[in-house]
């Protein structure tokens, strides 16, 4: 957890642009506030408009049909004159097309081998399956929602009678998730709710210690979700022979609320007694696996933390660890970037399938990607989801992409992988969970309290003035890199040690200090009967 931001001293700063891209013919408002119009700016330019802040100026006069150029992309067309000076907002913008997926540049790009971050460790819990945990949880897995209830308040129980035992277990937390029964269970498109699940109770913060509550009739049995030889338990060697610890709450055993409770209640001490003689012990920053979101967008997302996020990431690659980022439809407009960055044309060939599938079930529900930019996102400056996919891809740094996952699938190799998510916040930070992270980065530019129970999510804010007013929620204020008081690579080495610290136990998130928890939210796109 950083330290509050400190209010400064009211300042009246001098009117301030940022343009991102030597051909862009727009440049974004800094200054709190905005600028009202007769403000010259640097350079003689008059504005017409008052212009809020994160909101384009136009540096020239765009003739109607003209491209509107952002990060040196086209990113709307005018949809009539614009004089130099004016507000330009979506309104006056018509979107492009979406890029085509065929003749996309694939694995074209060559950067020369970075040099190799050694030297830096954290300290982790070791699991048997070889993956390494930030933090020491016990996770009880549902089958199905009916069982909600019973479980969170045995969970309640848990952690008020029994954690206290268990120093060394820093909390029990629920996977309650809204599926189960009701759904068409053997569609084809069923397998990313049901693997999705199972990766999410494989989680490496969770120690391989698997407690499942059943209801017992559900579609989506035990056995279904957690088949044998799918997991390593700790108190065994033979996967083929290890017994799934179920209670379920139909068995004829169970007489009253309360005895399904304390059969809960009973096999979760034995599973908080294996957790508690675990330590942590010295381990490479090879073994962090970080997921990269973004949510509550604005346009400096795309001009201060996602940058220094990006820088991060590419810290973190040549320290040999895993990031994942994701949101597909945040990306769909990069997709030519992302391909020529593939470490092979194989790995090209599986974004493309990804943004192709993604394509076709937007196509089913009669949208398209037009529909993912939000109100906030329009009010913080950009103006549709091109602008805001150019500035979200920037995340991922500039490393070679070495893999790709489809929704729900288990990382299984070092380095920056495409992990297919849409980009709903809480479906992508729990496709990301099931993915193997244990530990998030998400940056806000508008604010937002998301945060998981099952990982330390580290807040970056991308302007200061919303670094100051949500001082004890934000951890990291990207803001100096527009203010001038820091730079990109400044901040993106700040990150780098503090996920080192949170890693280790060392610091807490602010999302951690005030329990704030995002419930889980499963990707399912088969029917629901």
């Not at 609320?257 to 381990?283: G, K, N, T, W």
């Not at 820091?486 to 005030?514: C, N, P, Y």
């Amino acid at each position: 957890m950083s330290d509050p931001v400190a209010s400064p001293a009211t300042v009246t700063r001098p009117p301030l642009t940022i343009r991102m891209h030597a051909d862009d013919n727009v440049a974004i408002v800094a200054n709190d506030g905005g600028l009202e119009a007769g403000v010259m700016l640097p350079g003689g330019l008059l504005l017409r408009d008052r212009v809020p802040q994160g909101h384009k100026v136009a540096l020239v006069d765009i003739a109607a049909g003209a491209p509107v150029k952002r990060y040196g992309i086209a990113i709307g067309h005018a949809v009539k004159d614009i004089a130099a000076g004016s507000w330009v907002h979506e309104r006056l913008l018509a979107m492009p097309d979406a890029r085509g997926l065929d003749n996309l540049p694939k694995a074209t790009v060559k950067p020369r081998a970075a040099e190799p971050l050694a030297g830096y460790t954290f300290d982790g819990y070791r699991n048997a399956d070889g993956s390494v945990g930030t933090r020491n949880i016990l996770a009880v897995t549902q089958t199905v929602q009916c069982v909600a209830g019973v479980t969170e308040f045995a969970v309640q129980r848990i952690r008020n009678e029994l954690l206290p035992r268990y120093p060394n277990v820093d909390d029990v937390v629920a996977l309650e998730h809204g599926y189960g029964c009701g759904v068409a269970i053997d569609a084809p498109d069923a397998a990313v709710p049901i693997r999705t699940l199972r990766n999410i109770s494989l989680n490496p913060n969770f120690g391989g210690e698997i407690l499942v509550i059943s209801l017992g009739c559900e579609k989506l049995q035990p056995g279904r979700l957690l088949p044998p030889g799918s997991i390593r338990l700790v108190d065994t060697r033979d996967t083929q022979d290890a017994a799934l610890d179920v209670v379920c709450l139909q068995d004829d055993a169970h007489v009253g609320f309360m005895s399904m409770v304390e059969a809960i209640m009973r096999q979760a001490d034995i599973h908080l007694r294996r957790l508690s003689a675990r330590r942590r012990e010295p381990v490479p920053a090879s073994e962090l696996v970080v997921g990269v979101q973004c949510g509550g967008s604005d346009a400096f997302s795309g001009v201060t933390a996602n940058p220094a996020v990006g820088f991060c990431t590419d810290l973190l690659v040549r320290a040999g660890a895993s990031v994942l980022f994701s949101e597909t439809t945040e990306v769909r407009d990069g997709i030519d970037q992302l391909t020529a960055r593939a470490a092979t044309p194989d790995v090209a060939e599986a974004m493309i399938r990804e943004m192709a599938w993604y394509d076709a079930y937007l196509k089913r529900g009669g949208v398209d990607r037009s529909a993912n930019t939000t109100p906030g996102n329009k009010l913080g400056g950009l103006s549709n989801i091109v602008e805001k996919a150019m500035g979200s891809i920037v995340k991922s740094g500039s490393a070679p992409i070495t893999g790709v996952l489809a929704p729900g699938e288990k990382l299984s190799h070092k380095g920056l992988t495409f992990a297919a998510t849409p980009a709903s916040d809480f479906i992508c930070g729990t496709l990301q969970l099931a993915a193997g992270m244990n530990l998030h980065v998400f940056t806000t530019g508008r604010g937002t309290p998301y945060g998981l129970a099952a990982v330390p999510v580290i807040k970056v804010a991308t302007r200061s003035e919303l670094a100051r007013r949500w001082h004890d929620l934000m951890d990291v204020n990207a803001g100096t890199i527009a203010d001038g008081t820091a730079t990109i690579e400044q901040v993106g080495w700040e990150l780098f040690h503090l996920m080192l610290d949170v890693a280790s136990g060392r610091k807490q998130t602010w999302t951690e200090k005030w329990k704030l928890h995002n419930a889980l939210v499963l990707f399912n796109p088969a029917p629901v009967t």
